[in-house]
């Protein structure tokens, strides 16, 4: 029997009905382009990751992995100077940010709005721009969102300042920073952090993403802070997106709490073995880092020179305002030239494209393309 879908509507919670989903980058179906649009690393996993991976793919794909990822937890937990119950795994950072606003965050706001200590009890705050994916969490669990935005040049407003501009709520639930922030690439330093931390009374989350192309990591205030948890993932600075494995390092309890709400097996199995066998590999990555910061570096002087206005990164994506042509057309303009890079619509960063730091043989065929279009080839 068929039905038309809107007649499905009443199946499906309003809430739901009106989300407006995450929005992904582009993975083109189309071969041969250079892409430079969704912050992925260009270089494989280390020979030892790829080996320990294929490995593991035989029979044993028919157990349950280990439901507490507890051998990655402990590798961790050595990396980090703490205990494996300071540390949960989930599938990708993006679950555990899920999981920290289903955790922390009383959901339904609207019904709460005349009590303003329960509506800072159920809202998500973050700063704009940072990740888009935030605001989606908020929504998909009914909680109020606080957006605040950054200064003009994406630098985080100081604890006087959101103090005296009154919008930053320091009793939010929770409060989600991208750090280093996206999509603008500008590094937070430690102390800056550490200020903002001091003054939040709910949870603070410090999204790390892309903390490994940056000069500090702020990883200790989770550390100091019983309210502050840090966010990593393997995914950029590891080459593990499509294995999905990121996690929280924070207070034994908050982590105690969020382990009661996720799914029993939500690491996958090769998941985990990759990323304890890049836990091993180290070396390897932080000389890929090296070789993606001055990329990064290159790259931004060559389109500095081309009149393009490039802002300082500590990430491996860099943002700028191109010469000449709008974002969006230089978007269409790269395409044509196989080159896909990243425009986002939102007002705050429309004038803006995003390109993520290849290899130095793609940076140069970028470079190029912006040559030949400002030369109207
Ligand atoms: C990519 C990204 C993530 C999510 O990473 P996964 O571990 O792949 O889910 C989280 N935060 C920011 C800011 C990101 O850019």
Redesign the pocket.
């Known amino acids: 029997m068929r039905m038309s879908s809107t007649s499905l509507k009443h199946l499906i919670r309003p809430l739901v009905h009106q989300l407006h989903a995450y929005v992904p980058g582009e993975q083109p179906k189309v071969k041969g382009l250079i892409k430079l649009n969704t912050?992925e690393n260009p270089f494989p996993p280390a020979p030892k990751v790829l080996a320990a991976t294929k490995a593991a793919v035989d029979g044993r794909l028919r157990l349950y992995p280990n439901p507490t990822a507890e051998k990655l937890r402990a590798q961790l937990a050595k990396l980090h100077g703490c205990k494996p119950e300071n540390i949960i795994v989930?599938?990708?950072?993006?679950?555990v940010?899920a999981l920290a606003v289903r955790g922390f965050v009383e959901p339904n706001s609207k019904f709460k709005t005349e009590n303003s200590k329960l509506t800072a009890a159920a809202t998500v705050q973050y700063f704009t721009p940072?990740?888009s994916?935030y605001p989606v969490l908020a929504d998909t669990h009914g909680a109020a969102k606080n957006a605040v935005p950054l200064k003009a040049d994406f630098s985080l407003p100081s604890v006087a300042e959101l103090k005296k501009d009154g919008q930053w709520l320091f009793d939010a639930a929770l409060a989600l920073v991208?750090t280093p922030n996206?999509p603008s690439g500008r590094g937070y330093k430690t102390a800056e952090l550490e200020k903002l931390c001091r003054a939040q009374k709910g949870v603070v989350v410090l999204?790390e993403?892309?903390v490994d192309f940056a000069n500090e990591n702020a990883l200790k205030l989770a550390l100091k802070f019983p309210h502050v948890l840090v966010?990593r993932?393997?995914?950029?600075a590891y080459s593990l997106?499509f294995q999905?494995?990121?996690y929280f390092v924070g207070h034994a309890d908050l982590i105690a709490a969020l382990d009661k709400i996720r799914d029993s097996y939500n690491v996958n199995g090769l998941g985990q073995i990759a990323a304890e066998a890049t836990l091993a590999a180290l070396p390897y990555y932080r000389a890929n880092f090296r070789k993606l910061i001055a990329t990064r570096e290159w790259t931004s002087r060559e389109l500095t020179k081309l009149g393009f206005q490039v802002l300082p990164s500590q990430t491996n994506f860099i943002l700028l305002k191109p010469a000449r042509f709008s974002a969006k057309e230089w978007l269409a303009r790269l395409r044509s030239k196989k080159i896909l890079v990243r425009w986002f619509s939102a007002p705050e960063v429309s004038a803006y494209l995003r390109i993520t730091i290849g290899t130095q043989a793609e940076a140069a065929a970028l470079v190029n393309a912006v040559r030949q279009i400002l030369a109207g080839k």
């Open positions: 912050n989930g599938n990708g950072s993006d679950e940010l940072s990740y994916l991208t996206a999204d993403a892309y966010a993932t393997f995914s950029k997106c999905r494995v990121g």
